[in-house]
Each structure stands twice: as structure tokens, then as C-alpha cells.
């Protein structure tokens, strides 16, 4: 029951924005966002739970939609540092885990 | 730095060896997280423990085991490694459970090479 993620990659230029989907066809309790350099440990960006909250961090924010079971995470401005592979991690009630997404790769250029 | 602490980083073994990866929690955090990412693929769940019980296992393989320990580290063993077992393998940790609204950090991850 992994997630379905959206697109595989994106190439954007410094400034533009981007949005990634992330999809489930069982019901969510919550969705995590973390974003992966190369060789490195995933970083926790935000946490959306049921409810359909939006949050954000910095110029990244994200929204989660209950009814059809789908978040999306916003990549507002973007700029170099954003370059990276953003997994989607979901969770259902009383599941215990997180299950992730086969992830985006994000590749801003100058 | 996630607090998060795995050792050892990178490690080389042969086909059909033993290796343990350990896996320090941050301070306070009773569960832990085993995931294996091979080479640019996703995170595959493995196995989660709370408190030093199994609560969780995923699509973990039969020749893989692991353990929570009182003092909370965890570690994973691999045994009869194949050459596709190569992988990063990542500890992960919690304050309590998922459903009460926390989330994972993730430690820098055990390069492990088969050869």
C-alpha cells in the first residue's frame, strides 16, 4: 500500500514553482514530507494530518486533501538548495509505519 | 544532525557473511525504524519496534532479524548476504507511536556493500 507519487522528476529554473502529488487508495490518517540529498539521511519537512490543513516551511508548503486521499507539496520560489529527491511518507490508523513513495527528484538550476 | 545515531557507516562484506548494524534512538524516543533503500530506489519498510516489542514488520526478509534492547538502541542483523542486499540501510526513530501525531527522524544511514 505504498503511495503513488507525482511526477517521477521535475527540472525547474531558480524562482519557478513546482507541485507534487502524492496519492493513496487506502484512507490516510497522516502524510510526512521529507526531502533526500544524494547519499544522505531524508529530512522531515512537515507533517499533515487528517483534517485538511495546510502548512508550510518557508516557501515550501504543503495541503492534504481527505477526500481523495492525496497531498500535495508546493515548491513556491524555488531556489538552488531545493534540489533533492521529496519523499511522501503515509501513514493509516494504527499501522505503526510510515510507507513511502518511490519520491521526485527535484533538480533546481541556476 | 537528527540525533539519530547508526554505525558503521559503510561496511564491505562477502556473499553469505553475518553483519549488525546498530542503531542509537534520539534521547527520549522509544520506537524505532529499520528501512533499506537500494541503490536510487525508495524506502522499504523492514521492521519497528516500541518500547523493545515488535510492533510493526514489513517485507523483511527471513535471513534478516532484528531487536530492540532495554536500553533502547536496536540492531539489525543480516545474515547470508547476497550480492542484492546492498543496500543503505536506515534507522529511524520515534517519541512514541505514529498515530499520536509524531514522526520519524531518520540516522545517516549504514552503507552496506555485498561482494
Known amino acids: 500500500q505504498q503511495p503513488v507519487q507525482s511526477p517521477q522528476a521535475v527540472i525547474l529554473r531558480e524562482g519557478e514553482d513546482a507541485v507534487i502529488n502524492c496519492s493513496s487508495s487506502k484512507a490516510l490518517y497522516s502524510v510526512h514530507w521529507y526531502r533526500q540529498k544524494h547519499g544522505e539521511a531524508p529530512v522531515f519537512l512537515m507533517i499533515?494530518?487528517?483534517?485538511?490543513e495546510q502548512k508550510g516551511h518557508d516557501k515550501i508548503s504543503a495541503s492534504f486533501n481527505e477526500k481523495k486521499q492525496q497531498s500535495s507539496l508546493y515548491l513556491t520560489a524555488s531556489q538552488l538548495s531545493y534540489s533533492g529527491t521529496y519523499f511522501c511518507g503515509t501513514e493509516f490508523l494504527n499501522d505503526y509505519k510510515l510507507s513511502f513513495g518511490a519520491g521526485t527528484t527535484v533538480t533546481v538550476r541556476a | 544532525d537528527s540525533g539519530v545515531t547508526q554505525t558503521p557507516k559503510h561496511l564491505i562484506t562477502a556473499t553469505g557473511q553475518r553483519v549488525t548494524l546498530r542503531c542509537s534512538p534520539r534521547?527520549?524516543?522509544?520506537?524505532v525504524y529499520w528501512y533499506q533503500q537500494s541503490l536510487d530506489q525508495g524506502l522499504q519498510f523492514l521492521i519497528q519496534?516500541?518500547?523493545?516489542?515488535?510492533?510493526a514488520k514489513g517485507n523483511i526478509l527471513e535471513r534478516f532479524s532484528a531487536q530492540q534492547f532495554p536500553d533502547l538502541h536496536s540492531e539489525l542483523n543480516l545474515s547470508s548476504l547476497e550480492l542484492g542486499d546492498s543496500a543503505l540501510y536506515f534507522c529511524?526513530?520515534?517519541?512514541?507511536?505514529?498515530?499520536?501525531?509524531?514522526?520519524?527522524?531518520f540516522g545517516e544511514g549504514s552503507w552496506l556493500t555485498v561482494v
Open positions: 499533515l494530518l487528517k483534517g485538511g
Open positions: 534521547s527520549g524516543d522509544l520506537s
Open positions: 529511524a526513530s520515534s517519541p512514541g507511536q505514529l498515530s499520536s501525531g509524531n514522526t520519524i527522524y
Open positions: 519496534y516500541y518500547n523493545g516489542e515488535e510492533r
